[in-house]
């Protein structure tokens, strides 16, 4: 059904863009505290997203690519992996992952780079 197909393919592009805004925006050096949070959001967020068949999806991914939450780096470089891996299987064109921190920003001030905006 092309409807839901539309629904869907909405709710995975605000789904992609928060994803990897909170990788671009997460600390360069984490604390444990920190690192634990992002790595429980990961798995939480791949329970309850609502596509059912991609969540399958998905937690299968995490199995062969944990979650990498040692840097804002690491975990960017990962988001942009396991993303390029879902874009494989749908047949869509790789990203370059070295574009990534260009393209997502928060309009919001870095905790550890006040002199950004
Ligand atoms: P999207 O893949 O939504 O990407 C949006 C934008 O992000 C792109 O236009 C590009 O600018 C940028 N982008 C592309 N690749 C990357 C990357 N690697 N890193 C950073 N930015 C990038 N749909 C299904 O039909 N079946 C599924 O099994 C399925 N599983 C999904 C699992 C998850 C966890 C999520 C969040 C979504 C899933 N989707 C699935 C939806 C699918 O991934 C797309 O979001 C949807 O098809 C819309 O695709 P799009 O071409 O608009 O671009």
Same mark, same amino acid.
């Given at each position: 059904h092309l409807g839901n197909e539309t629904i869907k393919a909405e709710l995975g592009r605000a789904s992609w863009m928060l994803l990897h805004t909170?990788?671009? *925006?997460? !600390? $360069?050096? !984490?604390?444990? $505290?920190? *690192?634990?949070?992002l790595s429980a959001y990961i798995y939480l967020f791949s329970r309850v997203y609502p596509c059912g068949e991609c969540a399958a999806h998905f937690q299968k991914l995490l199995k062969q690519?944990?979650?990498?939450?040692?840097? *804002?780096?690491?975990?960017?470089?990962?988001?942009? %992996?396991? %993303?390029?891996?879902?874009n494989a299987r749908l047949g869509k064109e790789i990203f370059d992952c070295n574009e990534i921190a260009e393209r997502y920003q928060c309009g919001c001030e870095d905790a550890e780079q006040s002199d950004k905006s």
């Amino acid at each position: 059904h092309l409807g839901n197909e539309t629904i869907k393919a909405e709710l995975g592009r605000a789904s992609w863009m928060l994803l990897h805004t909170i990788l671009a *925006r997460y !600390p $360069e050096k !984490p604390t444990s $505290e920190e *690192r634990e949070a992002l790595s429980a959001y990961i798995y939480l967020f791949s329970r309850v997203y609502p596509c059912g068949e991609c969540a399958a999806h998905f937690q299968k991914l995490l199995k062969q690519f944990p979650p990498q939450t040692s840097s *804002r780096i690491a975990a960017s470089q990962w988001g942009c %992996h396991v %993303h390029n891996k879902v874009n494989a299987r749908l047949g869509k064109e790789i990203f370059d992952c070295n574009e990534i921190a260009e393209r997502y920003q928060c309009g919001c001030e870095d905790a550890e780079q006040s002199d950004k905006s």
